[in-house]
């Protein structure tokens, strides 16, 4: 199955969606909501996408739609740690052992944990991307905790995976560059880099889905 990801797109889509501005000013405090917002802004964005709309940067508005549209931000963050169980049980355990062995071990411990738990997020972000396609694909949070299914994808297009998650750090370091505004620009760039994101999180979630039918 041949899935391409515009990085392009996913960039230069946002000040040709109508009324840019003002959604991502929205969007910008949206940002406020800790976990909840970013994540929301992402998977709108990337259910948008996925749905064909010509403008797919999220409205929030402050309508009956909201409430839906937040829960579906929670549940992605639901995913993600979930999935993230693994990850955070090798982070205590060196944290433990660190903390329970003299000083020379200790630095040890915390040189080959270095590595360990650097591999271990990479392989943790590269499972939760295809849990989130799966989640905008179904709008269904259990069908992303198809462990199986989302091993599947993976393992079906790895290179796919790991372009997204290129796209995920430069959306990333779109936010970092907020810190030179301050702590509002911190916002305006998050909301921009999750809507980065979210965009090419829905383009795989379209073709991937098209392919399967």
Known sequence: MSVNVNIG????????????????????????????????????????????????????????TLGPRL???????????????????????FNILMAMTKSGVATMIGCLAAPVNLVVFIATVLVVLPALVRYVQTDNWRAALDFQKVIGMLQESPQLWLILLLVD?????????????????????????????????????????????
């Open 9 to 64: 797109q996913s960039f230069s889509f946002i000040t040709a969606d109508r009324g840019w501005l003002q959604k991502i000013g929205y969007g910008a405090v949206a940002m406020l909501i800790p976990f909840v917002g970013a994540a929301t802004q992402v998977i709108e964005t990337a259910r948008n996408v996925a749905q064909g709309k010509p403008d797919p940067l999220p409205t929030w508005k402050m309508d009956e």
């Open 71 to 93: 829960m579906r931000g929670v549940y992605a963050c639901l995913i993600s740690l979930i999935y993230a169980i693994p990850m955070i049980v090798i982070q205590m355990v």
């Open 169 to 213: 750090i430069l959306a990333s370091v779109i936010t970092l560059l907020g810190l030179v505004a301050f702590i509002i620009g911190v916002f305006v760039t998050m909301a921009i880099g999750c809507a980065v994101f979210g965009h090419a999180l829905g383009q795989v979630a379209s073709q991937m889905e098209s392919a399967s039918q």
